[in-house]
């Protein structure tokens, strides 16, 4: 074939001058990058032992050295080859790299000849200085080149990046790899071992070591940890346990101690290793993503705009592929290694998996699985995290699970199971220890039962460490938890607790002394009355009677609940102490009740933080599960709220009934407030004039005859000794409310009365004066509350009279067809409107209100 056509023309006299000028430079580029470099090549291949020298280098100033020698060396074979394509030599593309092939007819050209040479040396050393420092020790240590080697104060240097520059001493071998493989002759390469793919496999391994060093101290820690452990026959938590006592006490010490604030301040900063698995762990998959991110960020920014450029973008993406690769299964090796180790070093979780719900541990037992529980699920969450972070960087693992992931799931079911049963142990002990506790200070008489307060911690935390796994099958198997601990069906929970009065009644001692002694009482719970039982029981093992019996640690009080309240009085407890009893069992309903709202919104906030992290438009088929299953434990939670409240209500009204007077409201002898109230409706005389009115209406008179007794009756001394909660309170007022007007009503109904004008107006007052006193009582007990949180409404107190105030705007009515401009609805079948039949009884009660006229009335209500 004939190429005379399109063969290059040769070099003009001045272009080979110019050649010849830029081979000259590119080889003085070199000799003085070789003369530079050479104590620090020498130092990096161990060819002497210059301590002295070594001193002044870092391993941020050797790598910086090298790049502005190699970058000295790229831009003298950049001008190089930028005067082969002037001369006509070469092609270069329109970024200014050579075309590949564009060579190939002028290859005996004595000029190219002479730079082809020049490029290969260049290649060779860019490619040795490169190699020999990606393949190098640290002067610190026996790691490789890092940012984050720790030794003997290289302040100096501690701001000069290592990574950036390796990264782009890399860059710079493959491009002038890429640029010798254009131009020079196959046979006449630098050195067969120096090619991309091998410049790669040792980049790929110095981010390796670079992680693995990173890694070391951490492990090493650990390391040293186990083997102490295995030496002296114990668990790793045991020794750490040890070194956090130790160090309490010593700090107790020097705290005491006014004159050695410095020691104490050492004390604190001591050597308490903490959670040196999780810690281990971090360090790992921390070094490894912030090695990795920005190669993976380097790899995705990279878009060819030349052929020549497309050739060695795809190398740059081997290479950082191929890195964050490796760096991936390194750090999932290191991790998976360090997780096998956690189960096996702690003493908490081998009891915990040993004991049955029935066991009772010590306080150092108890501390020690909860330290090993914070720290597993501490693991799980940066474990998920990595995972979520590895599917991003590494798009190659595709759908399969990875050697963490299968750690995780491991571990997720491990937590979950070891979480469940730690809670259910803390709250069968918590059952064993409950009493009455008090709620809030300043207020010593107001008691609730301490295993409201305590589940209630127990469920918070087992929720926020499940939360902190970031695994969705840790946290709904808690949440199914927690929802069988508070729901009214579990024979084991608290509503069960409640029922039968468990931790209702204390020592009536320790009752008397909080009743006498209001001014010098503290609550015996500030943050948990749980474990600060449990830490009395296990300092003061000697009182024999305060321990719970070891056959049945289950079992209720003597009295306590509704049956023992209203059933039969047994051991001849007396009526104090069963009312006590009474009012400290709804006080526990009422916070059960807001216990269970707010572990409601605990979920709800889970709910929320998950949707927020993955709309419903981007998850997956598992993840819709997940989230119903929290969506369940947020409703069924606040069911569980709504049914303590009905709970609540329905023991009110019986206490209510039992105290002021029951359903046998109109067969009794008026010994109780509401049964009088009653007897004092049914004699009074309504059919009265005006100069009647004046002393029938008289505030002495109606305050000795209705509001006295109900002041003085037993449930309102009880109240007025701050014994009820402001809820409770509420509903009492609310139950009394509607039993008086039931029998308000229920009198005007059975015809017992008959009414003028005058009569409906004192019936009116007497009806304001009963809704202010049960108002009063709600008001007075929420201003003496310090924890109120928002104003006390009144108004459901006032809507059990509703039917009342009906009755009584038709009593005062001037006519029968007066009360059809009213905006009542009348004749509805709300139970806060009357009916028609009793629109007409009531106004049969006037004495001059006319049969046909209340007739004709009905009869338009009715239509």
């Given at each position: 074939?004939?190429?005379?056509?399109?063969?290059?023309?040769?070099?003009?006299?001045?272009?080979?001058?110019?050649?010849?000028?830029?081979?000259?430079?590119?080889?003085?580029?070199?000799?003085?990058?070789?003369?530079?470099?050479?104590?620090?090549?020498?130092?990096?291949?161990?060819?002497?032992?210059?301590?002295?020298?070594?001193?002044?280098?870092?391993?941020?100033?050797?790598?910086?050295?090298?790049?502005?020698?190699?970058?000295?060396?790229?831009?003298?074979?950049?001008?190089?080859?930028?005067?082969?394509?002037?001369?006509?030599?070469?092609?270069?593309?329109?970024?200014?790299?050579?075309?590949?092939?564009?060579?190939?007819?002028?290859?005996?050209?004595?000029?190219?000849?002479?730079?082809?040479?020049?490029?290969?040396?260049?290649?060779?050393?860019?490619?040795?200085?490169?190699?020999?420092?990606?393949?190098?020790?640290?002067?610190?240590?026996?790691?490789?080149?890092?940012?984050?080697?720790?030794?003997?104060?290289?302040?100096?240097?501690?701001?000069?990046?290592?990574?950036?520059?390796?990264?782009?001493?890399?860059?710079?071998?493959?491009?002038?790899?890429?640029?010798?493989?254009?131009?020079?002759?196959?046979?006449?390469?630098?050195?067969?071992?120096?090619?991309?793919?091998?410049?790669?496999?040792?980049?790929?391994?110095?981010?390796?070591?670079?992680?693995?060093?990173?890694?070391?101290?951490?492990?090493?820690?650990?390391?040293?940890?186990?083997?102490?452990?295995?030496?002296?026959?114990?668990?790793?938590?045991?020794?750490?346990?040890?070194?956090?006592r130790r160090q309490q006490f010593d700090t107790g010490i020097h705290l005491g101690d006014d004159d050695n604030g410095e020691d104490s301040e050492s004390c604190e900063g001591g050597t308490a290793r903490g959670q040196p698995h999780a810690q281990a762990m971090t360090v790992i998959l921390g070094e490894a993503?912030?090695?990795?991110?920005?190669?993976?960020?380097?790899?995705?920014?990279?878009?060819?705009?030349?052929?020549?450029?497309?050739?060695?973008?795809?190398?740059?993406?081997?290479?950082?592929?191929?890195?964050?690769?490796?760096?991936?299964?390194?750090?999932?090796?290191?991790?998976?290694?360090?997780?096998?180790?956690?189960?096996?070093?702690?003493?908490?979780?081998?009891?915990?998996?040993?004991?049955?719900?029935?066991?009772?541990?010590?306080?150092?037992?108890?501390?020690?699985?909860?330290?090993?529980?914070?720290?597993?699920?501490?693991?799980?969450?940066?474990?998920?995290?990595?995972?979520?972070?590895?599917?991003?960087?590494?798009?190659?693992?595709?759908?399969?699970?990875?050697?963490?992931?299968?750690?995780?799931?491991?571990?997720?079911?491990?937590?979950?199971?070891?979480?469940?049963?730690?809670?259910?142990?803390?709250?069968?002990?918590?059952?064993?220890?409950?009493?009455?506790?008090?709620?809030?200070?300043?207020?010593?008489?107001?008691?609730?039962?301490?295993?409201?307060?305590?589940?209630?911690?127990?469920?918070?935390?087992?929720?926020?460490?499940?939360?902190?796994?970031?695994?969705?099958?840790?946290?709904?198997?808690?949440?199914?938890?927690?929802?069988?601990?508070?729901?009214?069906?579990?024979?084991?929970?608290?509503?069960?607790?409640?029922?039968?009065?468990?931790?209702?009644?204390?020592?009536?001692?320790?009752?008397?002394?909080?009743?006498?002694?209001?001014?010098?009482?503290?609550?015996?719970?500030?943050?948990?009355?749980?474990?600060?039982?449990?830490?009395?029981?296990?300092?003061?093992?000697?009182?024999?009677?305060?321990?719970?019996?070891?056959?049945?640690?289950?079992?209720?009080?003597?009295?306590?609940?509704?049956?023992?309240?209203?059933?039969?009085?047994?051991?001849?407890?007396?009526?104090?102490?069963?009312?006590?009893?009474?009012?400290?069992?709804?006080?526990?309903?009422?916070?059960?009740?807001?216990?269970?709202?707010a572990l409601s919104n605990l979920f709800r906030e889970l709910v929320d933080e998950k949707n927020h992290e993955a709309p419903s438009s981007s998850r997956g088929p598992g993840e819709d599960s997940d989230s119903s299953m929290l969506t369940f434990a947020r409703d069924e939670l606040a069911s569980h709220s709504?049914?303590?409240?009905?709970?609540?209500?329905?023991?009110?009204?019986?206490?209510?009934?039992?105290?002021?007077?029951?359903?046998?409201?109109?067969?009794?002898?008026?010994?109780?407030?509401?049964?009088?109230?009653?007897?004092?409706?049914?004699?009074?005389?309504?059919?009265?004039?005006?100069?009647?009115?004046?002393?029938?209406?008289?505030?002495?008179?109606?305050?000795?005859?209705?509001?006295?007794?109900?002041?003085?009756?037993?449930?309102?001394?009880?109240?007025?000794?701050?014994?009820?909660?402001?809820?409770?309170?509420?509903?009492?007022?609310?139950?009394?409310?509607?039993?008086?007007?039931?029998?308000?009503?229920?009198?005007?109904?059975?015809?017992?009365?008959?009414?003028?004008?005058?009569?409906?107006?004192?019936?009116?007052?007497?009806?304001?004066?009963?809704?202010?006193?049960?108002?009063?009582?709600?008001?007075?007990?929420?201003?003496?509350?310090?924890?109120?949180?928002?104003?006390?409404?009144?108004?459901?107190?006032?809507?059990?009279?509703?039917?009342?105030?009906?009755?009584?705007?038709?009593?005062?009515?001037?006519?029968?067809?007066?009360?059809?401009?009213?905006?009542?609805?009348?004749?509805?079948?709300?139970?806060?409107?009357?009916?028609?039949?009793?629109?007409?009884?009531?106004?049969?009660?006037?004495?001059?209100?006319?049969?046909?006229?209340?007739?004709?009335?009905?009869?338009?209500?009715?239509?």
């Amino acid at each position: 074939m004939d190429h005379d056509d399109d063969a290059l023309p040769p070099p003009s006299v001045a272009n080979a001058e110019s050649i010849v000028n830029g081979i000259q430079q590119c080889q003085l580029a070199m000799e003085e990058s070789r003369l530079s470099l050479r104590p620090i090549m020498a130092i990096m291949e161990e060819q002497i032992q210059a301590d002295d020298k070594i001193k002044d280098y870092s391993d941020g100033k050797i790598v910086q050295d090298c790049l502005g020698a190699v970058e000295r060396i790229f831009g003298s074979i950049g001008v190089l080859v930028s005067r082969l394509a002037d001369g006509g030599l070469i092609l270069l593309d329109e970024q200014g790299n050579p075309q590949s092939e564009s060579s190939k007819d002028n290859r005996d050209d004595v000029y190219l000849l002479m730079a082809s040479n020049c490029i290969a040396k260049a290649s060779g050393f860019i490619g040795h200085q490169c190699f020999t420092l990606l393949e190098g020790d640290s002067m610190i240590d026996d790691g490789p080149l890092d940012d984050y080697t720790r030794g003997h104060g290289e302040e100096e240097h501690h701001s000069l990046p290592v990574q950036p520059c390796m990264a782009r001493l890399t860059e710079l071998t493959l491009r002038i790899l890429q640029t010798e493989m254009t131009i020079v002759a196959p046979g006449n390469c630098s050195s067969e071992e120096i090619s991309s793919s091998s410049l790669i496999e040792a980049y790929a391994d110095y981010q390796r070591r670079c992680v693995r060093t990173r890694s070391k101290p951490s492990i090493t820690s650990l390391a040293e940890l186990r083997r102490i452990a295995a030496s002296q026959g114990c668990y790793v938590s045991d020794i750490l346990d040890e070194e956090r006592r130790r160090q309490q006490f010593d700090t107790g010490i020097h705290l005491g101690d006014d004159d050695n604030g410095e020691d104490s301040e050492s004390c604190e900063g001591g050597t308490a290793r903490g959670q040196p698995h999780a810690q281990a762990m971090t360090v790992i998959l921390g070094e490894a993503s912030s090695l990795m991110q920005p190669l993976a960020a380097w790899r995705d920014a990279l878009a060819p705009t030349s052929e020549g450029d497309n050739e060695l973008c795809l190398q740059i993406q081997r290479l950082c592929q191929e890195s964050v690769e490796t760096l991936d299964n390194e750090a999932q090796t290191l991790a998976t290694t360090v997780g096998s180790w956690f189960v096996a070093d702690q003493s908490g979780l081998a009891n915990l998996e040993q004991s049955t719900e029935d066991d009772t541990h010590t306080r150092s037992d108890l501390l020690s699985i909860e330290s090993s529980l914070e720290e597993m699920a501490f693991m799980c969450q940066v474990v998920a995290r990595y995972c979520e972070f590895s599917k991003q960087m590494v798009p190659s693992n595709g759908p399969g699970t990875s050697k963490l992931q299968d750690l995780l799931t491991e571990n997720s079911l491990h937590y979950s199971t070891l979480e469940t049963r730690l809670a259910t142990m803390q709250f069968r002990q918590a059952l064993s220890l409950a009493s009455p506790q008090l709620i809030e200070l300043g207020r010593p008489a107001l008691q609730v039962p301490s295993i409201v307060e305590d589940a209630h911690y127990i469920c918070v935390r087992a929720i926020e460490r499940a939360s902190g796994t970031r695994s969705e099958q840790a946290i709904w198997t808690v949440g199914h938890f927690v929802c069988e601990i508070w729901g009214a069906n579990e024979s084991k929970g608290v509503y069960n607790a409640l029922m039968e009065g468990i931790g209702c009644v204390g020592d009536s001692s320790t009752h008397e002394n909080s009743a006498n002694d209001s001014t010098t009482t503290s609550p015996a719970k500030i943050d948990n009355a749980f474990a600060a039982a449990l830490l009395e029981a296990v300092d003061g093992g000697g009182d024999d009677q305060a321990k719970p019996s070891r056959s049945n640690p289950n079992s209720a009080p003597p009295s306590g609940g509704l049956s023992a309240l209203f059933g039969s009085r047994r051991n001849g407890e007396s009526q104090q102490n069963r009312i006590d009893s009474e009012l400290c069992s709804l006080n526990g309903i009422a916070a059960a009740s807001n216990s269970c709202s707010a572990l409601s919104n605990l979920f709800r906030e889970l709910v929320d933080e998950k949707n927020h992290e993955a709309p419903s438009s981007s998850r997956g088929p598992g993840e819709d599960s997940d989230s119903s299953m929290l969506t369940f434990a947020r409703d069924e939670l606040a069911s569980h709220s709504q049914s303590y409240m009905r709970l609540l209500k329905k023991h009110v009204h019986a206490l209510v009934s039992e105290l002021c007077g029951g359903d046998d409201l109109f067969d009794c002898d008026g010994q109780l407030c509401l049964q009088n109230l009653r007897l004092f409706i049914e004699g009074e005389v309504y059919s009265i004039n005006s100069a009647s009115l004046s002393s029938l209406e008289s505030d002495d008179r109606l305050e000795s005859a209705i509001i006295g007794p109900i002041r003085r009756s037993k449930l309102f001394e009880e109240i007025a000794m701050d014994k009820c909660d402001a809820v409770v309170v509420l509903h009492i007022a609310e139950a009394m409310s509607t039993k008086t007007s039931e029998i308000i009503l229920q009198t005007l109904l059975r015809g017992c009365c008959r009414f003028n004008e005058w009569g409906a107006m004192l019936l009116s007052k007497q009806v304001r004066l009963l809704q202010n006193v049960y108002c009063e009582l709600v008001l007075e007990i929420a201003n003496s509350s310090e924890t109120a949180s928002a104003p006390v409404n009144t108004a459901s107190v006032l809507q059990q009279f509703e039917k009342v105030k009906q009755a009584v705007s038709i009593l005062q009515l001037e006519k029968p067809s007066d009360w059809l401009s009213f905006s009542y609805k009348v004749g509805d079948s709300d139970d806060t409107n009357l009916t028609t039949h009793e629109i007409e009884k009531i106004m049969n009660l006037r004495d001059d209100f006319n049969e046909e006229a209340i007739a004709r009335v009905c009869i338009q209500i009715a239509s």
